[in-house]
T-cell receptor, first 111, second 117 residues
């Protein structure tokens, strides 16, 4: 069963920051939060992951609440090519791990 | 990162037949995963295939229906057996781990789009 809940869809204006929320209220202390995206007809693409601290890379920032029950993925300057389904995922296990996928948010970037 | 290719990229098959999907990676990896993505849905893990051991299947998936081979650290196959229209999905291969430590992320192939008539 999915351990995350996300809004079904969101819109964002091109050039603005896209903020995608995710709830994971049952996450365990050693389980990571991952974000992937899937552009139409392609395989999923890794974006970012984190455990407790906020994380930033060249693609996005991940803000995790102190209680770890929710997080937000931030795309700082959305472009039309960021239109995709964004999945918030919980990683369970360590050496033999699994990614438990949520239903995803369809993000549409509008010009 | 790892570069993953899958063959075929798509196929249309008749019910009752079987299709074998190949997954090739450009580097040695410990863990390979097979997922199914039904139309408009999220990803569901079918099984984990580690080299040198039997594949581990998730609830709802059985070896007779989805036999998997993992002959070496760069290759795996998934067979969809005795197909029915309900098997129409995208099948995705992904990889993680390099035998020494776990990758922090899984890398995905482009997927195989299967349509069963």
């Amino acid at each position: 069963d999915a351990k995350t809940t996300q809004p079904t869809s969101m819109d964002c204006a091109e050039g603005r920051a896209a903020n995608l929320p995710c709830n994971h209220s049952t996450i365990s202390g050693n389980e990571y939060v991952y974000w992937y995206r899937q552009i139409h007809s392609q395989g999923p693409q890794y974006i970012i992951h984190g455990l407790k601290n906020n994380e930033t890379n060249e693609m996005a920032s991940l803000i995790i609440t102190e209680d770890r029950k929710s997080s937000t993925l931030i795309l700082p300057h959305a472009t039309l090519r960021d239109t995709a389904v964004y999945y918030c995922i919980v990683r369970v296990g360590w050496s033999n791990y699994q990614l438990i996928w949520g239903a995803g948010t369809k993000l549409i970037i509008k010009p | 990162s790892a570069v993953i290719s899958q063959k075929p990229s798509r196929d249309i098959c008749q019910r009752g037949t079987s299709l074998t999907i190949q997954c090739q990676v450009d580097s040695q990896v410990t863990m390979m995963f097979w997922y199914r993505q039904q139309p408009g849905q999220s990803l569901t893990l079918i099984a984990t295939a580690n080299q040198g051991s039997e594949a581990t299947y998730e609830s709802g998936f059985v070896i007779d229906k989805f036999p998997i081979s993992r002959p070496n650290l760069t290759f795996s196959t998934l067979t969809v057996s005795n197909m029915s229209p309900e098997d129409s999905s995208i099948y995705l291969c992904s990889v993680g781990g390099n035998g020494q430590s776990s990758y922090n992320e899984q890398f995905f192939g482009p997927g195989t789009r299967l349509t069963v008539l």
